[in-house]
């Protein structure tokens, strides 16, 4: 356990930045998911903006790679360009 009160502060600081990355992460995840799933064309181009834009408040911020959010949002992009095509 800590023994300085500056060595405290930053477990508090950590746990804290630790559960709003968590929920930053999670809610991406949840978005990206919900553009998978579905197959209606207007509804994901919709949702790829706002999703593409979590993703690189993500990289910017550090909780997952600039190059991992940009494998994703190809894979997204890809995605809604395949729908795209078959209406």
Not at 16 to 45: G, Q
């Amino acid at each position: 356990m800590a023994n300085h009160k500056s060595a405290e502060k930053r477990n508090r600081q950590g746990e804290k930045r630790r559960t709003e990355n968590r929920y930053y992460a999670k809610t991406t995840r949840n978005a990206i998911k919900k553009i998978r799933t579905s197959s209606d064309k207007e509804e994901v181009l919709k949702l790829i903006p706002k999703a593409s834009s979590m993703l690189d408040k993500l990289a910017k911020k550090g909780i997952i790679h600039k190059n991992k959010a940009a494998n994703l949002k190809s894979s997204l992009m890809k995605h809604a360009m395949a729908l795209a095509a078959k209406q």
